[in-house]
């Protein structure tokens, strides 16, 4: 299997780190990355992570300006593509089509080729703009899903909502977390 994985400017950056680290337990998932400018600023801004500790976690990575790259291309076959977190500004990109940088064509051709692409958007509250874009990526084909607290899993700490949050995304491409606890229902006695 092989992803890219895209991580933009929105808040929660510690999103895409954690993806990066638990594909790391998926030897077969070669993992691509691009990360924008403004998700290393925001790196900066809410973590003590070091770039290029995040950069590590990849098997490869792009330039966000690198428009020639092998993931701008859809002869170069992959299997989909995760944009975690997604910005508001990345999301408008992706839903007009208008691929000013690797991260959003990357997506564009993901899409174009029919590949899965996942958007993680994280903005609160979303906008009618907002609302309207999802939409419209969502028409496309993109799977959206907003990072959103669980609470049927009884989590005791963000990382088990950020484990959940993860494992719902990997059950796009078939891959199970093995830190998701998945709803089994009730017990009839």
Not at 112 to 138: C, D, T
Request: glycine share 8%; net charge negative.
């Amino acid at each position: 299997m092989r992803l890219v994985i895209g991580i933009s400017g929105a808040s929660g950056v510690v999103l895409g780190y954690h993806m990066l680290k638990v594909l790391r337990f998926f030897p077969e998932c070669e993992t691509h990355l691009v990360i924008s400018e403004g998700a290393k600023l925001t790196f900066g801004l809410e973590t003590d992570l070091k770039i290029e500790d995040v950069e590590k976690l990849a098997d490869f990575v792009y330039s966000n300006t690198n428009l020639a790259a092998s993931i701008s291309s859809g002869s170069f076959k992959t299997d989909g593509m995760i944009v975690i977190p997604c910005s508001m500004k990345t999301l408008s990109g992706i839903a007009t089509g208008y691929a000013e940088n690797l991260l959003i064509r990357a997506a564009d051709v993901c899409l174009k080729e029919n590949r899965k692409v996942v958007l993680v958007p994280r903005e609160m509250p979303f906008g009618k703009l907002h609302i309207r874009n999802m939409k419209e990526a969502s028409d496309l084909g993109c799977v959206i899903i907003p990072p959103l607290l669980t609470f049927y899993n009884n989590p005791q700490t963000i990382e088990e909502q950020i484990n959940h949050i993860i494992g719902k995304i990997l059950m796009q491409f078939g891959l199970e977390h093995e830190k998701f606890k998945a709803w089994e229902g009730t017990k009839d006695d």
